[in-house]
């Protein structure tokens, strides 16, 4: 091969490299770019916008409240995120005393006789006053040693609960007159309340009483 077409031969390799370039992207396939990231707001989030991520927080907390598509915000201490209205809000906190149950002595120690004449076991009631409320209606009479019981509660504001002390009377309801069987009150303790029942132990008439404790939100 001669020295001339050596250089043609180059040339003509040269243009053949230059036409394998990229593909025209105007032939290729058409690829769109990503839509935006949709802006939370009424129109589109029934819950309340995140200040952060800017999405929408369906279910509400106390860590992120607020009507709908507005920004959430975080409650302050103390406060809670109002189920309805959606906002912060300062709430009233109530407290129920309810009888659960209790033990009670075979025989009235008072005398060692038996709590009624036919020897059938005594026929509990329990009588509840809690601070500042309206008096609680008597538990139902339950003829037992270990009598149980689902109404009696009083209803109290928490603040005043944790103020003054709660009174209780048990007695065993007979035909001529009512036999008591314990009274005291107590003074009821943030982990009494936090624990949720509060049981008290004796070894006269009254062997345990039982109290749950329920706090809840007032609107």
């Not at 008597?138 to 040693?145: A, G, I, L, Y």
């Not at 209803?155 to 709660?166: E, F, K, Q, R």
């Amino acid at each position: 091969m001669t020295f001339n077409n050596r250089i043609l031969l180059g040339l003509t390799s040269i243009l053949l490299l230059a036409g394998c370039g990229p593909e025209d992207s105007s032939s290729g396939p058409i690829t769109e770019n990503p839509p935006l990231e949709e802006i939370c707001t009424a129109a589109n989030c029934a819950g309340c916008c995140d200040p952060t991520t800017n999405q929408c927080v369906e279910v509400r907390t106390n860590d992120a409240c607020g009507v709908t598509g507005t920004k959430c915000s975080k409650c302050a201490t103390g406060t809670i995120c109002h189920p309805s209205q959606q906002q912060c809000y300062t709430p009233t906190i109530r407290t129920k005393i309810q009888p659960l149950r209790a033990t009670i002595a075979p025989q009235d120690p008072a005398d060692n006789s038996d709590w009624d004449v036919d020897g059938s076991p005594p026929d509990v009631v329990v009588k509840l006053s809690c601070p500042n409320a309206q008096p609680a209606p008597p538990s139902e009479e339950v003829e037992s040693f270990t009598p149980t019981w689902t109404q009696g509660a009083c209803d109290v504001l928490s603040t005043d609960l944790l103020s003054a002390p709660i009174q209780f009377t048990v007695i065993d309801v007979d035909t001529l007159f009512d036999d008591p069987i314990a009274s005291a009150q107590y003074q009821m303790t943030r982990a009494d309340i936090d624990r949720g029942v509060v049981e008290f132990t004796s070894s006269g008439a009254l062997l345990s009483l039982a109290l749950q404790i329920t706090t809840y939100y007032a609107e």
